[in-house]
């Protein structure tokens, strides 16, 4: 079994930052990508950044937004600069990669982690 945990959303300044974290752990062999996904009220789950090897952005987070992968720790990182009223949502991480004999390949998410924005 894998599993993800989330940390570090909370409330954040208009124009300030965040950094969430997110770590798999459990039956992992090789993690193929890991990515940050967020969800507002009332809308659906959207893409806000994914590192496969390259990363690859929501447009409307490029140039505030980072993502970074601790390949050892199975770890993924999101750095949210210029926060903007609009990131208020719960974020989600996602990882995919392979278990192993027995449980295969996976395709998880984490719990959620909720990223207030207030001016």
């Known amino acids: 079994q894998v599993q993800l945990v989330e940390s570090g959303g909370g409330l954040g300044q208009v124009g300030g930052s965040l950094r969430l974290s997110c770590t798999a752990s459990g039956s992992i062999v090789f993690i193929n990508a890991m990515g940050w996904y967020r969800q507002a009220p009332g809308k659906q789950r959207e893409l806000v950044a994914t590192?496969?090897?390259?990363?690859n952005y929501a447009d409307s987070v490029k140039g505030r937004f980072s993502i970074s992968r601790d390949n050892a720790a199975n770890t993924v990182y999101l750095q949210m600069n210029s926060l903007k009223p609009e990131d208020t949502a719960v974020y989600y991480c996602?990882?995919?990669?392979?278990?192993?004999?027995?449980?295969?390949?996976?395709?998880?998410w984490g719990q959620g982690t909720q990223v207030t924005v207030s001016s």
């Open positions: 996602n990882a995919r990669g392979y278990a192993g004999r027995g449980y295969g390949w996976f395709d998880k």
């Open positions: 590192s496969d090897g390259s990363t």
